[in-house]
Structures are given as structure tokens and as C-alpha cells.
Antibody
Framework: QVQLVQSGTEVKKPGASVRVSCKTS????????ITWVRQAPGQGLEWVGW????????EYARKLQDRVTMTTDTSTSTAYMEVRSLRSDDTAVYYC??????????WGQGTLVTVSS | DIQMTQSPSSLSASVGDRVTITCRAS??????LAWFQKRPGKAPKSLIW???SLQSGVPSKFSGSRSGTDFTLTISSLQPEDFATYYC?????????FGQGTKVEIK
């Protein structure tokens, strides 16, 4: 069955970087995109960006494009999202999701990233 | 960027009620519209893609429709597990955009 398993909770200081992983299984990794979404406390869902696992093409949300990088490792079917120069308003639960023609369909369990001094 | 305006922001309903949630796109997005359910502490659940196609395993009490740039999610006969926050998403090309969310609460 399709599974996306994310890395664990992170606590970072302002200005630091964080890398969240999303290990996939149960499907052909390179046939799909991986989309990243976040939800800050008490807020709605916010799209962060996507990466094509086929060719590595990416697109990022305009507000984050200078600080975020998405990559994949096709040998382990794992996607990564790095956010640099963390600020307090980056505190959120980050989700990865498989995406293709049907839009995002299967989701990871979420990774809480807390940015605090 | 395309904006998605979702309404209402919240609604109260009773078990068995039929509810309707709307998203309006700021420009034509064709059929590139999906709906999600979000419960506290849980990952989003994908409900509908391509305006009205149900994701695998989603019950038929969920349905979607389109009129121009207006998109609607209807939940017939609300059950206790349906009380959650619902989001629309414009996807498939260019930057994705979520609506602001609609919280469906128990009356």
C-alpha cells in the first residue's frame, strides 16, 4: 500500500535550517510529484511547493522561494524539504503528499517544526 | 497568482444535515480543483479531485460541482466524523492555492 513516512519533530532556533524527510513506499516514486504543505498553529493549510520525482523540477511558493529547497533521492524513494533562515512564523506542521493527475492523494503523517529561541 | 476565496469560514450543522461549501477562483482554473478534510492532529484527507471525482474510498455523500469559477462541495447527511475543517485547492499547473478553510461544527 502507498505510504509516506516523515521524519520526527524538530526544534530549531531562529536563523537555523531544518530538513524534513518523506520516505515513500508502495508505488513508483518517479511517476509522481511530491507536494509540501504546512499548517501553522491555528491557521489554515498553506502550500509550500512541489518537486517532480521524475526530473527534479521544482516550484515554490513565492513567499518561501528564497529560503526553501526541495530534493529527492530516487535510490531510497525519499523526498526532502529544507527551510533556511528559520523564523518564528515558520513554526508549523509540515506535510508531504504524493501528487499527480488526481492532485495530492496520499499524505505523510506530518512533522512539527518549532522555531524558538 | 490565482486566489481562492472560500465561504463560509465556519458553519454549524446537525447530524443528518446537508451542507454546502463554496470556493471562488479569481480567474478561470478549468477543472483543477480538489477538496480536503482536515481534523485536528491528523493529516489532510483527500476527498475530491477534478471538481467532482471522488478519491478512492471516499463515500458518495461527498460531491463536488462547478459553475464557471465557482466550485461547491456538498456533504449530504452529516455524520459525527464529518465535523472537521474543509479546504479547496487549486492544483495541477502553476502555484497551488488553498482556500481559507471552512470549519463545520456541531450545532
Amino acid at each position: 500500500q502507498v505510504q509516506l513516512v516523515q521524519s520526527g519533530t524538530e526544534v530549531k532556533k531562529p536563523g537555523a535550517s531544518v530538513r524534513v524527510s518523506c520516505k515513500t513506499s508502495g508505488y513508483t516514486f518517479t511517476s509522481y510529484y511530491i507536494t509540501w504543505v504546512r499548517q501553522a498553529p491555528g491557521q489554515g493549510l498553506e502550500w509550500v511547493g512541489w518537486i517532480s520525482a521524475y526530473n527534479g523540477n521544482t516550484e515554490y511558493a513565492r513567499k518561501l522561494q528564497d529560503r526553501v529547497t526541495m530534493t529527492t533521492d530516487t535510490s531510497t524513494s525519499t523526498a526532502y524539504m529544507e527551510v533556511r533562515s528559520l523564523r518564528s512564523d515558520d513554526t508549523a506542521v509540515y506535510y508531504c503528499a504524493r501528487e499527480a493527475q488526481r492532485g495530492p492523494d496520499y499524505w505523510g503523517q506530518g512533522t512539527l517544526v518549532t522555531v524558538s529561541s | 497568482d490565482i486566489q481562492m476565496t472560500q465561504s463560509p469560514s465556519s458553519l454549524s450543522a446537525s447530524v443528518g444535515d446537508r451542507v454546502t461549501i463554496t470556493c471562488r477562483a479569481s480567474q478561470d482554473i478549468g477543472n483543477d480543483l480538489a477538496w480536503f478534510q482536515k481534523r485536528p492532529g491528523k493529516a489532510p484527507k483527500s476527498l475530491i479531485w477534478n471538481v467532482s471525482s471522488l478519491q478512492s474510498g471516499v463515500p458518495s455523500k461527498f460531491s463536488g460541482s462547478r459553475s464557471g469559477t465557482d466550485f461547491t462541495l456538498t456533504i449530504s447527511s452529516l455524520q459525527p466524523e464529518d465535523f472537521a475543517t474543509y479546504y479547496c485547492l487549486r492544483y495541477n499547473s502553476g502555484p497551488r492555492t488553498f482556500g481559507q478553510g471552512t470549519k463545520v461544527e456541531i450545532k
